[in-house]
């Protein structure tokens, strides 16, 4: 009896035709950076000059948390979010709703915390920034990781509402992480810096 070889080989009928594929030595291969396709759908953070948003991508990989905590790497230049109990220590609302109601996302205003985060990344504050989220875990526990580094700019086009996207200059050289690398920019150790968004 022949065993299923499964989604990824698909199409390949006999071990003839596999002896025939090209075997590939990744090293040298970028992993292309998401932020480079159109990602309307994908978890999201916004932060302008005096507010923070998630979009609601990000609130559907957390049904039912009305309350996160957020943790950031001032070294690393991640941010972290962790779903947590709305009585939990620096606990952050970041949805309306919740119970019978529609969860929804809503501005979250923190004029001290943008600015120590414009701070920090060296970010203009008449700009806003855009960072797609990843999945994490630390030690069994679900969080969503930011890199801070990895940002769409966006601009306003005159007095109009429309906006333009940028991304970082040094982006132009490369498509992304180096695949060898790859792995290890997602993993997560909270003890090692991280620290909560109490002022």
């Not at 009305?66 to 970041?94: F, G, N, V, Y």
């Not at 701070?119 to 203009?124: A, E, G, K, N, P």
């Not at 940028?166 to 060898?180: C, K």
Request: one cysteine or more.
């Amino acid at each position: 009896m022949n065993e299923d070889p499964g989604p990824l080989f698909q199409g390949i009928t006999s071990p003839d035709e596999m002896e025939e594929q090209e075997m590939v030595d990744l090293a040298g291969f970028q992993v292309t950076k998401a932020e480079l396709f159109a990602h309307s759908r994908e978890p999201a953070i916004t932060v302008w000059g005096d507010k923070i948003k998630f979009n609601m991508a990000c609130l559907r990989r957390f049904p039912g948390a009305t309350h996160i905590q957020l943790l950031i790497h001032p070294d690393q230049k991640r941010l972290i979010i962790r779903p947590c109990e709305p009585d939990a220590p620096d606990s952050l609302r970041w949805s309306s709703g919740g119970g019978d109601k529609e969860m929804k996302n809503r501005d979250m205003i923190c004029k001290l915390f943008a600015a120590r985060l414009f701070d920090l990344m060296q970010w203009d504050s008449h700009y806003r920034y855009k960072m797609l989220g990843k999945p994490a875990v630390s030690n069994g526990e679900v969080l969503y990781l930011f890199r801070l580094s990895d940002f769409e700019l966006f601009c306003q086009i005159g007095k109009s509402k429309k906006s333009r996207a940028y991304l970082p200059e040094d982006w132009r050289n490369y498509f992304g992480v180096p695949v060898e690398d790859h792995e290890e920019t997602y993993k997560i150790d909270l003890a090692d810096g991280y620290i909560t968004t109490r002022s």
